[in-house]
């Protein structure tokens, strides 16, 4: 008979007690079901025959393994010779155990019990160990002490361990293993419902992956996924940011919606909740593991084809950017709508764990996207959420910095490169990877050499260079980050932000709605729906909307809030209760709360539908103008309706 490894550790178990144990004592110890060991109990009785040794069993006490001390002794031996406890599968099937009892079960164990646990020797339990010690990491090490063996460090640095030992044990043993091979491996360790889960969801999602990934990114990928699913389910929880370094190109959020989805299907199936770090981590883990999306229904492919061509488009036009050329805008767009149609008509809500994120990094495009959606909304009778809106921003915004020039910083220090390394490396996190910086010790700065940059970052102080720059400290605080940041947006040339490449600094068409019938100065509303009602009496009585346009501004602001940034909001709504379209502008000298911000100018737009393209055209000028705090803090001391017309129109 051939002995199975689990049968071998029972026989020895039951070998080295001396006593009746229930069948649940055995089942505890080998992680199986008392039903597996009463079957393997079956099979071994006749072998124990052989050697003259008794498997007696007594109600409510359990069993025990009744005989002489010779005949036991002859049966070890014999099933030690069965099996070989230095083939390279018991070695990584006894580390495994290891592993599941210190990290998984976060048990601090001596060299003995887990010599008694595995069956085998505490010299054996040793040499594993120390393998085991060639998985540690800088965030993670197996500790021995006075009380056992345990595991210290990070969740991170403990979930590392775990997926390259894992992958080292299956590559090692299983050279050329499958996909239910490495499931049916890791099942003996990690939860089988987590197992189960894992394989269902990559198997439905490889549907999707733009290419057929190769077998190493597979297998890792379930490695990964089963590992934070299983430790998450044990309620642990990680906050990691120094392996993505690198995430401050967008780029790297270009599966982040995949990761959403993900983290809400093991919410479903698992109850775990993840955090969002853990969700930017999971997306970071696509990106690292190269997966891209494609659609292989070419029915739900062609329904959608034109909306979307169409959509890149028109979206295109208004940054300035050829969008319709890039596939791979394509493919994740057909990828995410197809979907998305058929969970909002389900009203199933998937949340954006980085909407303000999106919203406040983005206010133009996340707007534009919104505004040229409208068709689409309308087409599949569906209305979206601002979380929808914003994982199609993140889609474009990726598309565009791919399209996109580099942006251009000078970083200038006193000494040279050496001290100013970690400056670099705090401000290099902070900003999309497509810009370049350039360091520049202040000895050798010159008009030359910063003549192209953007704008200059400094550890000291500087005057007459004649560009933007912000003096930041040695150790860059995070508000100095935030401070970078904003200049990045406010002086980058790149097209990321300009947006607009084409030669026009003015508006066209809502040039023409900016009038001073529509201008009011108030400084005795106080809230955010005292605002609203004030704006849309206004362009009722003046005949440019019906009554029921209220009620459309009000569900656009049930949708989210349409605060933009540096005080500005921008109630507008698009529907057949406008006759004519119009921009009301409405200055707070003193401010009004607008969703948790102080707003001190409210700009609404009343579009018909007819006027569309030539709005959505001059938006990204308005947008520039209004996202400027000088321009904002300027416009909002005049006190005059023709002086705030002549501003806006300049």
């Known amino acids: 008979m051939k002995i199975k490894r689990r049968q071998y550790q029972l026989t020895k178990m039951l070998c080295l007690t001396k006593e009746y144990k229930p069948m649940s004592y055995y089942a505890q110890n080998l992680s199986v079901s008392t039903r597996t060991i009463a079957n393997d109990l079956k099979e071994l009785n006749e072998v124990f025959q052989k050697y003259h040794v008794v498997l007696q069993k007594r109600p409510n006490y359990g069993v025990v393994l009744m005989g002489k001390e010779t005949d036991l002794s002859r049966l070890i031996m014999d099933f030690d010779q069965n099996i070989d406890v230095n083939s390279i599968y018991e070695r990584y099937a006894r580390q495994a155990e290891i592993l599941r009892i210190v990290v998984l079960c976060e048990e601090i164990v001596t060299y003995e019990k887990l010599a008694f646990i595995l069956c085998t020797s505490t010299s054996i339990v040793s040499k594993d160990m120390a393998n085991l010690r060639n998985f540690e990491n800088d965030h993670c090490q197996i500790a021995s002490g006075a009380n056992g063996t345990g595991i210290k460090g990070t969740e991170y640095g403990k979930q590392k361990l775990l997926r390259d030992f894992f992958n080292s044990y299956m590559y090692d043993c299983y050279p050329n293993f499958s996909n239910e091979k490495l499931a049916s491996t890791l099942s003996n360790y990690y939860p089988r419902t987590v ?13 999707i992956f733009k290419r057929t990934l190769e077998d190493y990114y597979l297998n890792s990928l379930f490695i990964f996924l089963a590992t934070i699913a299983t430790r998450k389910q044990s309620g642990k929880e990680f906050v990691v940011d120094y392996e993505m370094s690198g995430r401050e190109s967008i780029e790297l959020l270009s599966n982040y919606y995949l990761a959403v989805e993900i983290g809400e299907r093991f919410g479903e199936k698992l109850g775990i909740q993840f955090t969002k770090n853990e969700i930017d981590y999971i997306s970071y883990q696509f990106f690292m593991h190269k997966i891209e999306l494609s659609i ?17 488009s028109r979206i295109g036009k208004s940054v300035g950017l050829d969008l319709s050329i890039d596939q791979n805008l394509y493919d994740a767009l057909i990828c995410h709508m197809i979907p998305m149609i058929y969970r909002i008509k389900s009203n199933i809500i998937i949340e954006n764990p980085i909407l303000n994120e999106v919203k406040s990094n983005y206010p133009v495009l996340f707007n534009l996207t919104w505004f040229y959606l409208n068709d689409f909304a309308k087409t599949f009778d569906i209305t979206f959420s601002e979380d929808e809106i914003s994982f199609i921003t993140i889609h474009l915004q990726v598309a565009i910095e791919r399209a996109s020039s580099r942006g251009y910083v000078v970083i200038v220090c006193e000494t040279g490169l050496l001290t100013s390394e970690l400056l670099v490396s705090r401000i290099r996190k902070n900003l999309p990877a497509s810009v370049e910086l350039n360091v520049i010790p202040l000895n050798k700065i010159s008009q030359e050499n910063v003549e192209s940059a953007d704008f200059i970052i400094s550890a000291i102080s500087l005057e007459n260079l004649g560009k933007p720059y912000i003096k930041v400290s040695p150790v860059v605080t995070d508000e100095e980050l935030k ?99 119009a921009l009301s502008i409405l200055l707070l000298p003193e401010g009004v709360l607008w969703d948790a911000n102080l707003v001190y100018l409210v700009m609404m737009l009343a579009i018909k539908e007819e006027n569309v393209e030539q709005i959505i055209e001059d938006l990204p000028i308005l947008y520039k103008r209004v996202l400027d705090d000088q321009f904002v803090s300027e416009v909002v001391k005049l006190t005059g309706t023709d002086s705030v017309q002549r501003m806006f129109n300049s």
């Open 195 to 207: 197992i189960a889960v894992v394989k269902d969801t990559i198997d439905s999602f490889q549907a």
């Open 483 to 581: 401070e970078v940041y904003y200049h990045y947006l406010k002086y980058s040339k790149s097209e990321i932000v300009r947006f607009n490449h084409s030669k026009r600094n003015r508006m066209g068409f809502i040039s023409g709605l900016i009038n001073p019938e529509h201008i009011h100065i108030q400084a005795g509303l106080k809230t955010k729906e005292e605002c609203i009602e004030y704006l849309v009496d206004s362009l009722y009585v003046a005949n440019y909307v019906y009554e029921d346009f209220k009620t459309n501004i009000y569900d656009r602001e049930a949708l989210g809030s349409t605060y933009l940034a540096s005080g500005v909001s921008f109630p507008h709504a698009m529907s057949d209760n406008v006759r004519e379209s």
């Open 296 to 312: 292989n229904n070419k029915y739900l492919e062609n329904m959608l084809c034109d909306h979307v061509t169409d959509f890149t």
